[in-house]
């Protein structure tokens, strides 16, 4: 089973680790993960490397995710993305890989200027517009659009282009890159009540549960029953 942590959760889950108050709802998920023993990859990414700079949560994050990876990494997203227009379906050898590292962060900038799109239209030319801008960016031609990764990220941004109400956040294009990039294989994603009810809305199929008290705890009995059953 893979299950994918976002920064949010993963740190959450690390200040419980270090005793920080509050956070024992995060508390019960790792100990359903650690449950689950090697039938579970929980993967570090680039995108986790981005968001933490180096801070001070760097060396429980090292300690976590040794422990629930299985020493795999997620492969860099353009690495991802381009694999998968390659192949034309989704294999695991195109995510994970054993190379990544927590000095390689994510880098973003060849999708700067993705979430500022005037888009017009209704949901489906909006995601439209939004992967073949994506796709022309990458330097890849019209077909790729047809991958998970750029069919996720367009159906994303469209629905980020209807709430234009809510207020921006810095960490919004990391939300829908990692997202394009994981959620297309993780049987599992633990991440923010945003970027959760994004993907339902959006039609993804994906078990994600957001940080909020009653779906964390949620998802530790999910996980307990998943080591129950295999």
């Known amino acids: 089973m893979l299950v994918y942590l976002d920064q949010n959760y993963a740190s959450r889950i690390a200040k419980h680790l270090l005793a920080l108050p509050g956070q024992e709802a995060f508390g019960e998920v790792w100990e359903a993960l650690l449950g689950l023993g090697g039938g579970v990859v929980v993967p570090p ?37 381009r694999r ?5 379906s989704l294999e695991r050898e195109d995510f994970l890989w ?17 979430l500022d799109l005037e888009l017009e239209g209704d949901f489906y030319q909006r995601a439209a517009a939004a992967r073949a801008w994506a796709r022309r960016r990458l330097g890849l031609g019209r077909a790729a659009e047809a991958a998970p990764f750029f069919q996720l990220l367009g ?8 709430e234009r109400t809510r207020e921006e956040r810095a960490s919004d294009l990391v939300d ?6 994981v959620v297309p294989y993780v049987d599992a994603a633990a991440t923010d009540r945003y970027l959760r009810e994004a993907l339902v809305r959006v039609g993804e199929r994906v078990r994600a549960w957001s940080g909020r008290g009653g779906e964390v705890r949620a998802f530790a009995r999910w996980l307990a029953r998943m080591g129950g059953s295999s």
Request: charged residues 20%; glycine residues 10%; hydrophobic residues 50%.
């Open 155 to 162: 159906r994303l941004v469209a629905f980020r282009s209807f």
């Open 45 to 81: 990414s680039p995108f986790h490397a981005l968001e933490l700079h180096g801070g001070y949560l760097l060396p429980i994050f090292r300690r976590m995710f040794a422990l629930v990876s299985g020493g795999f990494w997620v492969r860099p997203w353009p690495d991802v993305a």
């Open 176 to 181: 829908v890159v990692m997202a394009a990039t």
């Open 84 to 88: 998968q227009t390659e192949r034309g």
């Open 98 to 114: 054993r190379r990544g590292g927590w000095e390689e962060p994510a880098d973003l900038a060849p999708l700067w200027g993705l």
